[in-house]
C-alpha cells in the first residue's frame, strides 16, 4: 500500500541525485558549497548542466561575478567535509580551511577544483533564468576531468561510491553497476 506523500516533501521522492561540491570565485577569493539540484540537459558537444541555486548563498555572489564554476564529485571519503560545507555560509569563514578541502587551480575557469574530488566540470553560465527565490543556472561545460581508476565512461561503483543526499543528515552510496542485455 503506497502512503501520501506532503507535497513540501515531494521532492525526497526523486531527489536522490549526486552529491556535487560547487565552487565559485578566484583562486585568491573562493568558496565552495555542497550541491544537489543540478542535471545534465544536454550530453553532446556542448554539453550544458542546469543548477538551482538560491540567490541568497554567498557562493553564488562569487559566481555571479565571473559567470563561472566549478561543479566537484565527491566520493564517500567525503562525507563529513561534503556535510560542513552544506551546513555553514563561507561568508566570515574559509570553508576550504575549515573543512579541510583543497582549492586548486582550474585548468580552464577562474573557481578553483576541489582537490580530493574524483571528478571536475568546469563551466561557464550561458543563461539564467529567475524562478521564486531561486534561479536556473544554464551551464556550459568547457572542461572535464575524472579519475580515469573511477571513471570509464561512467563511474564504476565498485571502485567509487558516489553520494547521494537523501534528506537532513542522510546519504546513499552508489556502490554497483549493473547492466541491461541488449536489444533483440
Not at 88 to 103: E, H, N, Y
Not at 128 to 148: N, T
Not at 151 to 171: C, N, Q, R, S, V
Request: hydrophobic fraction near 40%.
Amino acid at each position: 500500500m503506497k502512503k501520501e506523500v506532503p507535497v513540501s516533501q515531494a521532492k525526497w521522492i526523486i531527489e536522490a541525485g549526486c552529491v556535487v561540491l560547487v565552487t565559485g570565485g578566484t583562486m585568491e577569493h573562493a568558496n565552495v558549497m555542497t550541491f544537489s539540484w543540478q542535471t545534465p540537459v544536454h550530453t553532446s558537444n556542448p554539453c550544458i548542466v542546469l543548477l538551482v541555486v538560491n540567490r541568497i548563498r554567498y557562493t553564488y555572489e562569487l559566481i555571479k561575478q565571473n559567470n563561472e564554476l566549478v561543479i566537484n564529485v565527491p566520493g564517500a571519503d567525503l562525507l563529513e567535509p561534503t556535510h560542513l560545507v552544506g551546513c555553514v555560509t563561507g561568508r566570515g569563514i574559509d570553508k576550504f580551511a575549515k573543512s579541510g578541502l583543497t582549492p586548486v587551480a582550474a585548468n580552464v575557469v577562474q573557481p578553483p577544483l576541489v582537490a580530493e574530488c574524483a571528478g571536475h566540470l568546469e563551466c561557464r553560465i550561458v543563461e539564467v533564468h529567475p524562478v521564486q527565490s531561486h534561479d536556473l543556472l544554464i551551464c556550459e561545460v568547457v572542461h572535464a576531468s575524472a579519475e580515469e581508476e573511477f571513471f570509464d565512461g561512467a563511474w564504476i561503483p565498485e571502485k567509487f561510491h558516489t553520494l547521494h543526499y537523501m534528506h537532513g543528515t542522510k546519504y546513499g552510496l552508489l556502490t554497483r553497476r549493473v547492466e541491461v542485455g541488449g536489444r533483440d
